[in-house]
């Protein structure tokens, strides 16, 4: 096929394309230009990302990363929606009340997700700290302070370090990019906010 003929096809094409994103909806909007009486149609396509990655174990990273980010996603926004609920009701009631209130609601969550949390596997978990983190703007030995007290963030890091968590560390973009990426292809599947 010569170099004519293929460019003509890609007009083809490209007329056929835009036919079809016109017929199915997608937003259009119509520009005069201003040297002519002619209208010109422009449309506006949604943003694709491309992945590309050189290597298989890059793709490997990218596919097991995007796995244990779904699997987590739910308790993450679970955890996120507790921590905001939480904060309201101590600064909206008395200190013993605030108290009962965190052992009832802590009894009740261990009920529902004692046993399914105990199935994560540690590179899961290790998912789920930094999304907490990521979500909640604190480290997560910093929750388990603000909500449990001192000595019990200090024994929960003794055993985090013991399968090779930090629950200090603070969550960083930059060093998590693989995180990022997978987050932003997720997109409004992903939807932590708590509104």
């Known amino acids: 096929m010569n170099a004519s003929l293929r460019s003509l096809w890609g007009f083809v094409i490209l007329i056929i394309a835009a036919h079809n994103l016109s017929a199915q909806g997608f937003k259009k ?8 009486a002619d209208t010109m149609q422009t449309y506006y396509l949604p943003e694709v990302d491309i992945v590309n990655f050189k290597t ?16 987590v996603m739910p308790y993450v926004k679970i955890a996120n929606q507790l ?8 600064e909206n009631s008395k200190r013993k009340e605030y108290r009962h209130y ?12 004692e046993k399914e949390l105990r199935n994560l596997s540690i590179s899961q978990g290790k998912v789920l700290v930094k999304l907490i983190n990521r979500e909640t703007g604190n480290n997560c030995y910093k929750i388990i302070k603000d ?20 629950l200090k560390e603070n969550y960083n973009p930059k060093n998590e990019k693989m995180i990022e990426l997978v987050i932003k292809q997720l997109g409004k599947d ?6």
């Open 147 to 166: 909500v449990k007290g001192g000595f019990n963030a200090m024994i929960w890091q003794m055993v985090a370090k013991r399968y090779d968590y930090n």
């Open 83 to 90: 921590y905001v609920e939480l904060q309201a009701k101590e």
């Open 29 to 36: 909007d119509t520009v005069l230009a201003t040297t002519t």
């Open 102 to 113: 965190r052992k009832d609601l802590e009894k009740e969550m261990r009920t529902k997700f």
């Open 56 to 71: 298989s174990d890059e793709w490997r990273e990218y596919y097991q990363t995007m796995s244990r980010v779904k699997k």
């Open 190 to 195: 992903y939807n932590v906010s708590v509104q």
